[in-house]
């Protein structure tokens, strides 16, 4: 069993208040959810509007598949939203 950790950092071009950060970010949770069963968090960002910081972990049988679920659903935060990736972490601890 491995489990998956990334952390990606995101610009949100276009984000002026905390209101519509928060509608955003609850639009990727529930996405990221659905599509990729990732557990998620923002951390250390909460305050500012134009930028965020997620946690995502996902449970797998094999580090290459937590390995690559992660990186699809990090791609796919920049594909299906008005945001730009501009750092990103992953790693897969053995279980």
């Given at each position: 069993?491995?489990?998956?950790?990334?952390?990606?950092?995101?610009?949100?071009?276009?984000?002026k208040?905390?209101?519509?950060?928060?509608?955003?970010?609850?639009?990727?949770?529930?996405?990221?959810?659905?599509?990729?069963?990732?557990?998620?968090?923002?951390?250390?960002?909460?305050?500012?509007?134009?930028?965020?910081?997620?946690?995502?972990?996902?449970?797998?049988?094999?580090?290459?598949?937590?390995?690559?679920?992660l990186?699809?659903?990090?791609?796919?935060?920049?594909?299906?939203?008005?945001?730009?990736?501009?750092?990103?972490?992953?790693?897969?601890?053995?279980?």
């Open positions: 069993m491995s489990i998956g950790t990334g952390k990606v950092a995101l610009r949100l071009p276009g984000i208040t905390l209101k519509d950060k928060r509608n955003l970010m609850r639009r990727i949770s529930a996405f990221l959810k659905k599509n990729y069963e990732l557990s998620l968090v923002e951390v250390n960002t909460e305050d500012i509007a134009s930028m965020s910081v997620l946690e995502l972990a996902r449970a797998a049988h094999s580090s290459m598949i937590a390995m690559s679920i990186n699809k659903a990090i791609d796919a935060i920049e594909d299906n939203f008005d945001c730009l990736v501009v750092g990103k972490e992953v790693k897969v601890l053995e279980v």
